[in-house]
């Protein structure tokens, strides 16, 4: 089987990839944006076609962390909703039948009722921090719905919660919260801070997910191909307040208690964000990595980040 990883040099894309590329029966092929512009129709076309996969899996689209996301709302709609509008037309007018689309948790509806389960997967009031993000992911899964019904593909969506791991960002526009905080304790340990702080009050939940966690889903998700629901939620049993987070990660790495220093000035976001895994157990699927191994691991890979 031939398959296309749609933005193969991100966070997600190039995980994916690394974890696919172990099995000999997978022919993998890696988008990155100097092999075909996304936003360029006649582009992607021709790469389609010199590729012709049997599988598409689309993590392309920009991203970032809150603090970027809140100050550019108009970039990341317009941008990623032109990326995916052009995927979507071409893959239908080039006439392929299997498409993995991965989404995002953050574009459920605030007033949903919790844990947010697939069938509120729909527009409503979404958070104002990244909401330009959300929209576009909501976009493509319209589309995604439509082609389904209207054209007869077999289309299908994975809906992660936040992830984190190997080939993260950690810059800090762009860094989620645990790459951040592996960063702000990293800097601490080798005493280039002398204090940890943490933005807003540190009471908001968030749950987390392995990013070879998701990886190792998506080839149990190829392997079920047809038995997969349209939507499925993908997320671990990770879900701790930030400020929890903040002392579990700096534990492990530091094996020490630290004192914090909180910045009430940045927002906080929704106060609580879960999302149910109902359909994911009924997949069969229960290959989670533990929470100290999966941050010991990211850890690992930003040492080698910094020695470079």
Known sequence: MRILILGGSGFVGRNIFDYLKKFKKLDLVSHTRDKADLESSRQFSKFLKNTSPDLIINAAGHVGGILRHVNNNYNFLYKNSKIYLNIMNTILEEDFKYLINLSSSCAYPINSKLPFIEDDFKLGKLEYTNEGYAL??????????????????????????????????????????????????????????????????????????????????????????????????????????????YKKITKILLKEKVKFLFDRNYPDGVSLKNISITKLKRTGFNDFTHFDTAIKNTYKYYSKLKNK
């Open 136 to 245: 576009s992911k909501h976009i493509i899964h319209k589309l995604i719905e439509y082609a389904n019904t209207e054209k007869k593909r077999k289309f299908k969506t994975i809906v992660p919660c936040n992830l984190f791991g190997e080939h993260d960002s950690f810059q800090e526009e762009k860094s989620h919260l645990i790459a951040s905080i592996i960063k702000k304790t990293h800097n601490y340990k080798i005493g280039k801070i002398d204090k940890i702080t943490i933005y807003g009050s540190g009471k908001p939940k968030r749950q987390f997910a392995y990013i070879k966690d998701l990886s190792k889903f998506i080839k149990y998700f190829i392997n079920n191909y047809e038995k997969m629901p349209s939507t499925i939620n993908f997320a671990s049993s990770f879900n701790l307040s930030v400020e929890d987070y």
